[in-house]
Protein backbone atom coordinates (compact mmCIF):
# COMPACT_ATOMS: atom_id res chain seq x y z
CA UNK A 1 0.00 0.00 0.00
CA UNK A 2 1.54 3.39 -0.89
CA UNK A 3 2.37 6.08 1.50
CA UNK A 4 2.77 9.40 2.20
CA UNK A 5 6.05 10.77 2.56
CA UNK A 6 6.87 13.35 5.57
CA UNK A 7 10.74 13.87 6.74
CA UNK A 8 11.17 11.67 10.03
CA UNK A 9 11.95 14.44 12.29
CA UNK A 10 11.48 18.41 12.87
CA UNK A 11 12.81 20.42 15.23
CA UNK A 12 12.47 23.92 16.62
CA UNK A 13 12.99 26.57 19.96
CA UNK A 14 10.40 27.90 22.12
CA UNK A 15 8.42 30.74 19.81
CA UNK A 16 9.69 29.59 16.35
CA UNK A 17 7.41 28.57 13.64
CA UNK A 18 8.24 24.97 12.34
CA UNK A 19 6.30 23.39 9.01
CA UNK A 20 5.98 19.59 8.31
CA UNK A 21 5.85 18.13 4.70
CA UNK A 22 3.82 15.57 3.62
CA UNK A 23 4.30 14.55 0.01
CA UNK A 24 1.82 12.33 -2.15
CA UNK A 25 0.53 11.90 -5.82
CA UNK A 26 -2.68 12.42 -8.00
CA UNK A 27 -4.39 9.67 -6.44
CA UNK A 28 -4.66 11.11 -2.63
CA UNK A 29 -3.00 14.42 -1.87
CA UNK A 30 -3.93 15.83 -5.49
CA UNK A 31 -7.54 14.81 -5.37
CA UNK A 32 -8.78 14.66 -1.65
CA UNK A 33 -8.18 16.26 1.69
CA UNK A 34 -5.50 15.96 3.88
CA UNK A 35 -5.45 15.76 7.80
CA UNK A 36 -3.17 15.90 10.01
CA UNK A 37 -2.81 14.32 13.41
CA UNK A 38 -0.43 14.49 16.76
CA UNK A 39 0.03 11.68 18.76
CA UNK A 40 1.63 11.33 22.07
CA UNK A 41 3.06 8.34 23.68
CA UNK A 42 0.51 5.79 25.00
CA UNK A 43 -2.58 8.02 24.17
CA UNK A 44 -5.11 8.63 20.80
CA UNK A 45 -4.43 10.19 18.04
CA UNK A 46 -5.61 13.93 18.47
CA UNK A 47 -6.98 15.49 15.22
CA UNK A 48 -5.37 18.96 14.22
CA UNK A 49 -6.27 19.39 10.88
CA UNK A 50 -9.15 17.89 9.20
CA UNK A 51 -10.86 18.25 5.26
CA UNK A 52 -10.42 21.30 3.37
CA UNK A 53 -7.50 23.01 6.22
CA UNK A 54 -10.14 23.20 8.95
CA UNK A 55 -9.25 22.92 12.88
CA UNK A 56 -11.62 21.20 15.36
CA UNK A 57 -12.54 23.32 17.83
CA UNK A 58 -10.16 23.37 21.23
CA UNK A 59 -7.40 23.48 18.44
CA UNK A 60 -5.40 26.64 18.71
CA UNK A 61 -4.39 29.21 15.41
CA UNK A 62 -1.22 27.86 16.58
CA UNK A 63 -1.75 25.05 14.12
CA UNK A 64 -2.73 25.76 10.36
CA UNK A 65 -2.50 23.44 7.50
CA UNK A 66 -1.98 24.39 3.25
CA UNK A 67 -1.65 22.52 0.28
CA UNK A 68 -0.40 22.85 -3.03
CA UNK A 69 -0.56 20.35 -6.00
CA UNK A 70 0.20 17.26 -4.53
CA UNK A 71 1.99 18.15 -1.23
CA UNK A 72 0.96 19.60 1.68
CA UNK A 73 2.51 21.16 4.95
CA UNK A 74 1.20 21.92 8.77
CA UNK A 75 2.32 24.69 10.21
CA UNK A 76 3.03 25.76 14.01
CA UNK A 77 3.91 28.78 15.19
CA UNK A 78 4.42 30.34 18.78
CA UNK A 79 6.39 26.49 19.08
CA UNK A 80 5.50 25.43 22.65
CA UNK A 81 7.23 22.87 24.80
CA UNK A 82 3.32 20.79 24.57
CA UNK A 83 4.03 20.58 21.04
CA UNK A 84 7.05 18.18 20.77
CA UNK A 85 4.82 15.29 19.46
CA UNK A 86 4.40 12.58 16.17
CA UNK A 87 2.98 14.38 13.47
CA UNK A 88 0.84 12.36 11.04
CA UNK A 89 -0.64 13.60 7.57
CA UNK A 90 -3.16 11.17 5.97
CA UNK A 91 -5.42 11.57 2.66
CA UNK A 92 -7.54 8.81 0.91
CA UNK A 93 -5.98 7.40 -1.83
CA UNK A 94 -8.31 6.48 -5.21
CA UNK A 95 -6.01 4.22 -6.71
CA UNK A 96 -6.19 1.72 -3.18
CA UNK A 97 -9.89 2.70 -2.35
CA UNK A 98 -8.41 3.32 1.11
CA UNK A 99 -6.65 5.77 3.53
CA UNK A 100 -2.81 6.52 3.42
CA UNK A 101 -0.84 7.67 6.38
CA UNK A 102 2.58 9.52 6.15
CA UNK A 103 5.15 7.83 7.95
CA UNK A 104 5.15 10.46 10.98
CA UNK A 105 7.44 13.41 12.09
CA UNK A 106 8.79 13.50 15.76
CA UNK A 107 9.00 16.85 16.42
CA UNK A 108 11.57 17.79 19.04
CA UNK A 109 11.08 20.98 20.80
CA UNK A 110 14.79 22.37 21.73
CA UNK B 1 -20.02 15.04 23.15
CA UNK B 2 -18.72 11.94 20.80
CA UNK B 3 -17.33 8.67 22.20
CA UNK B 4 -16.10 5.92 21.01
CA UNK B 5 -15.01 3.01 22.98
CA UNK B 6 -13.30 -0.05 21.78
CA UNK B 7 -13.42 -3.25 23.47
CA UNK B 8 -12.54 -6.71 23.22
CA UNK B 9 -8.20 -6.68 23.48
CA UNK B 10 -6.57 -9.93 24.52
CA UNK B 11 -3.28 -11.94 24.15
CA UNK B 12 -4.21 -14.51 20.78
CA UNK B 13 -2.02 -17.21 19.62
CA UNK B 14 -0.99 -17.02 16.28
CA UNK B 15 -3.54 -18.41 13.58
CA UNK B 16 -6.04 -17.70 16.06
CA UNK B 17 -9.21 -15.02 15.89
CA UNK B 18 -10.49 -11.97 18.39
CA UNK B 19 -13.64 -9.70 17.16
CA UNK B 20 -13.15 -6.46 18.46
CA UNK B 21 -16.20 -3.72 19.36
CA UNK B 22 -16.59 -0.30 19.46
CA UNK B 23 -19.46 1.42 21.20
CA UNK B 24 -20.66 4.68 19.92
CA UNK B 25 -22.47 7.46 21.15
CA UNK B 26 -22.80 11.51 21.18
CA UNK B 27 -23.52 11.68 17.20
CA UNK B 28 -25.66 10.35 15.08
CA UNK B 29 -23.61 6.92 14.18
CA UNK B 30 -26.09 5.52 11.11
CA UNK B 31 -24.66 8.72 9.10
CA UNK B 32 -21.27 8.08 9.60
CA UNK B 33 -18.37 6.53 7.98
CA UNK B 34 -16.60 3.97 10.57
CA UNK B 35 -12.92 3.09 10.22
CA UNK B 36 -10.32 0.90 12.20
CA UNK B 37 -6.79 2.31 12.71
CA UNK B 38 -4.13 0.48 14.35
CA UNK B 39 -0.59 1.46 15.62
CA UNK B 40 1.86 -1.08 16.53
CA UNK B 41 4.45 -0.99 19.03
CA UNK B 42 7.12 1.91 18.34
CA UNK B 43 5.89 2.05 14.83
CA UNK B 44 3.44 4.87 12.70
CA UNK B 45 -0.19 4.77 12.16
CA UNK B 46 -2.23 1.86 9.51
CA UNK B 47 -5.65 2.37 8.48
CA UNK B 48 -7.11 -1.29 8.05
CA UNK B 49 -10.43 -1.22 6.94
CA UNK B 50 -13.71 1.24 6.87
CA UNK B 51 -17.01 0.89 6.46
CA UNK B 52 -20.26 2.71 4.92
CA UNK B 53 -23.34 4.33 6.84
CA UNK B 54 -25.34 1.07 5.20
CA UNK B 55 -22.82 -1.26 5.31
CA UNK B 56 -23.08 -1.67 1.70
CA UNK B 57 -19.06 -0.24 1.33
CA UNK B 58 -16.25 -1.86 2.60
CA UNK B 59 -12.70 -1.13 2.01
CA UNK B 60 -9.65 -2.86 3.70
CA UNK B 61 -5.70 -2.29 3.29
CA UNK B 62 -3.93 -5.05 1.64
CA UNK B 63 -2.45 -6.96 4.33
CA UNK B 64 -5.26 -7.96 5.92
CA UNK B 65 -7.70 -8.59 3.51
CA UNK B 66 -9.43 -11.99 3.57
CA UNK B 67 -8.73 -12.35 7.29
CA UNK B 68 -10.57 -9.11 8.54
CA UNK B 69 -14.11 -8.57 8.24
CA UNK B 70 -15.80 -5.07 9.49
CA UNK B 71 -19.51 -4.83 10.23
CA UNK B 72 -21.60 -2.55 11.89
CA UNK B 73 -24.87 -2.27 13.72
CA UNK B 74 -26.78 0.75 13.56
CA UNK B 75 -29.19 0.11 15.79
CA UNK B 76 -26.65 -0.78 18.22
CA UNK B 77 -25.07 2.11 17.60
CA UNK B 78 -22.11 -0.14 17.50
CA UNK B 79 -18.95 -0.93 15.04
CA UNK B 80 -16.74 -4.66 15.01
CA UNK B 81 -13.70 -6.37 13.20
CA UNK B 82 -13.86 -9.77 13.01
CA UNK B 83 -9.82 -10.71 12.79
CA UNK B 84 -9.28 -14.28 11.25
CA UNK B 85 -5.40 -16.03 10.70
CA UNK B 86 -4.04 -13.87 13.39
CA UNK B 87 -0.67 -13.02 12.77
CA UNK B 88 2.50 -11.48 14.96
CA UNK B 89 2.19 -8.40 12.58
CA UNK B 90 -1.42 -8.12 13.59
CA UNK B 91 0.02 -6.62 16.82
CA UNK B 92 -0.78 -3.47 17.57
CA UNK B 93 -3.60 -0.92 19.28
CA UNK B 94 -6.47 -0.88 17.48
CA UNK B 95 -8.77 2.61 17.87
CA UNK B 96 -12.04 3.14 15.80
CA UNK B 97 -12.78 6.41 14.18
CA UNK B 98 -15.51 8.04 12.98
CA UNK B 99 -16.14 10.36 9.59
CA UNK B 100 -18.38 11.41 7.13
CA UNK B 101 -16.93 10.92 3.87
CA UNK B 102 -15.03 7.60 3.48
CA UNK B 103 -11.53 9.22 4.32
CA UNK B 104 -12.13 11.55 7.28
CA UNK B 105 -10.93 10.09 10.53
CA UNK B 106 -12.83 13.27 12.99
CA UNK B 107 -13.27 11.51 15.94
CA UNK B 108 -11.30 8.69 17.75
CA UNK B 109 -11.15 6.32 20.07
CA UNK B 110 -8.79 5.46 23.06
CA UNK B 111 -7.73 1.95 21.25
CA UNK B 112 -7.66 -1.70 22.74
CA UNK B 113 -4.73 -3.33 22.48
CA UNK B 114 -4.15 -6.92 20.29
CA UNK B 115 -1.26 -8.57 20.87
CA UNK B 116 -0.68 -11.85 19.07
CA UNK B 117 2.02 -14.37 20.55
CA UNK B 118 2.55 -17.62 21.06
Known amino acids: QSVLTQPPSASGTPGQRVTISCSGSSSNIGSNYVHWFLVLPGTAPKVLIFRKNERPSGVPDRFSGSMSGTSASLAISGLRSEDEADYYCAAWDDSVNGVIFGGGTKLTVL | EVQLVESGAGLVQPGGSLRLSCAAS????????MNWVRQAPGKGLEWVAN????????FYVDSVKGRFTISRDNAKNSLYLQMNSLRAEDTAVYYC???????????WGQGTLVTVSS
Open chain 2, 97 to 107: ASGQWAGDLDD
Open chain 2, 26 to 33: GFNFPIYW
Open chain 2, 51 to 58: IKQDGSDK
